[in-house]
């Protein structure tokens, strides 16, 4: 009776598994195939199904719309992890000096964005960046006596202005991270340096930011990540067609979007997203390798 039920128990277990494998198969194996098969054809997936072997590859390399949004992908990435980071840092230092219930109002303050909708927060940046009848236009003749900026119309500052609206939206997970790094830092290291008569600011550059490094490192592998996939912030705020004006906005996944939706160059779209792939994939492969670091101070 015992091994009857164990056998039972044991084809349960392995029916179980072999349908998760199914399962993982079809969602993640199967798709990578059909993909990476598509980006050897010449194909709109209704009328046209043609094999050109290495032609999208070798077209790739000649495209000067890859090279851009590539640029535009790394340009995104710099400045919104680093000035993302720097911000977060100086927020959470702030809070991180507040006791009480103060303390917990100023992190859900900062963190309200964070869980508010990516779209959501575009439409409303669209109309913060309206020209002169928008809030931040507004300000700037006000107060500078600037006028008729032009924001996300112009080609010079459009992406700048989106990296912005991305930096303030996930400022609140940022610093949270941050504060919570903070806090694990045992307050004797801080009492024994200022006996030592060792200033605030020297504090946070020789205790603070140094044990923040496993955090900073996290931080900086994930929004790397993330700019290196960025979509949905370009594609709401620059119109019809996204990554706009002038292709001054285009990043990769922008530009693999238009070339399969658009133009219905599925072939092409696919060998975009091959190569983007391969960078995420880089990407992970780094940030797995940093995760893997005994930190030791």
């Not at 399962?23 to 046209?48: G, H, R």
């Not at 909708?117 to 575009?122: F, N």
């Not at 906005?249 to 792939?277: D, N, W």
Request: proline fraction near 4%; glycine fraction near 6%.
């Amino acid at each position: 009776m015992v091994v009857r039920t164990l056998r039972k128990r044991n084809n349960y277990v392995v029916t179980v598994i072999s349908v998760l494998i199914v399962f993982v198969a079809l969602l993640t194996v199967w798709p990578f195939i059909f993909n990476f098969t598509l980006s050897f054809v010449k194909t709109d997936l209704l009328t046209q199904f043609k094999f050109v072997g290495l032609r999208n590859y070798r077209y790739l390399v000649k495209d000067p719309i890859f090279f851009k949004a590539l640029w535009h992908n790394a340009f995104y990435g710099v400045v919104m992890v680093s000035v993302g980071i720097i911000s977060s840092l100086f927020i959470a230092s702030l809070i991180y000096k507040t006791k009480g219930i103060a303390k917990k109002i100023y992190t859900a303050v900062y963190f309200v964005p964070v869980v508010t909708s990516m779209v959501a927060v575009t439409l409303i940046w669209n109309l913060l960046y309206f020209p002169n009848v928008g809030a931040f236009a507004a300000i700037l003749s006000k107060f500078f006596g600037i006028e008729t900026v032009r924001f996300l119309a112009d080609p010079k500052i459009a992406l700048l202005c989106i990296i912005i609206m991305d930096i303030w939206k996930d400022t609140g997970i940022r610093t949270v991270i941050l504060l919570a790094g903070m806090e694990e830092i045992p307050h004797s290291l801080f009492e024994a340096s200022k006996m030592d008569g060792t200033s605030s600011v020297r504090q946070f550059f020789s205790i603070t930011l140094p044990l923040l490094r496993p955090q900073v490192v996290f931080l900086l592998a994930i929004y790397s990540i993330n700019a290196l996939r960025v979509f949905t912030q370009v594609y709401m705020m620059t119109g019809n067609p996204p990554g706009g004006p002038a292709n001054s906005t285009k990043t990769l996944a922008i530009h693999m979007y238009q070339e399969a939706f658009y133009s219905l160059r599925f072939g092409y779209g696919t060998t975009l997203l091959m190569v983007l792939f391969l960078l995420l994939f880089g990407l992970v492969f780094l940030q797995i390798r940093s995760f893997k670091t005994r930190w030791e101070y």
